[in-house]
């Protein structure tokens, strides 16, 4: 059974910077993409970045392009997500999650749908 824990979320004022973290076990696949998704109140669950198993050639939404950095361990089970100059916008739970990439390890899917492995998530909220 996958497991996917998150941390790092947490409370900071606008300009400041977070660094989310997730940790996968119990995963079989042979290789599998990663990426981390945002839900604010009312809001659909939305894509912010995502990683092919490869780590190449990681996939931003515009609204987070320059201010995110997404990197996946060697292991590959683990994710990092460095968020810089945050905004209040930027306010939701974080969720980490997987899908297998049945060899296609250049791909990441963006969109939620594509996922089948969920954390629980962890709150990010940004004070302007």
């Known amino acids: 059974q996958v497991r996917i824990v998150e941390s790092g979320g947490g409370s900071v004022q606008a300009g400041g910077s977070l660094r989310l973290s997730c940790t996968a076990s119990g995963v079989t696949f042979s290789d599998y993409y990663m990426g981390w998704f945002r839900q604010a109140p009312g809001n659909k669950r939305e894509v912010v970045s995502c990683?092919?198993?490869?780590?190449?050639?990681?996939y931003y939404a515009d609204s987070v392009k320059d201010r995110f950095t997404i990197s996946r361990g060697s292991a590959k089970n683990t994710l990092d997500l460095q968020m810089d100059n945050l905004k209040a916008q930027d306010t939701a739970v974080y969720y980490c999650?997987?899908?297998?990439?049945?060899?296609?390890?250049?791909?990441?899917?963006?969109?939620?749908?594509?996922?089948?492995?969920w954390g629980q998530g962890t709150l990010v909220t940004i004070s302007s």
């Open positions: 999650a997987l899908a297998d990439s049945h060899g296609a390890d250049l791909y990441c899917g963006q969109l939620a749908t594509e996922y089948t492995e």
């Open positions: 990683i092919g198993y490869r780590a190449w050639n990681p």
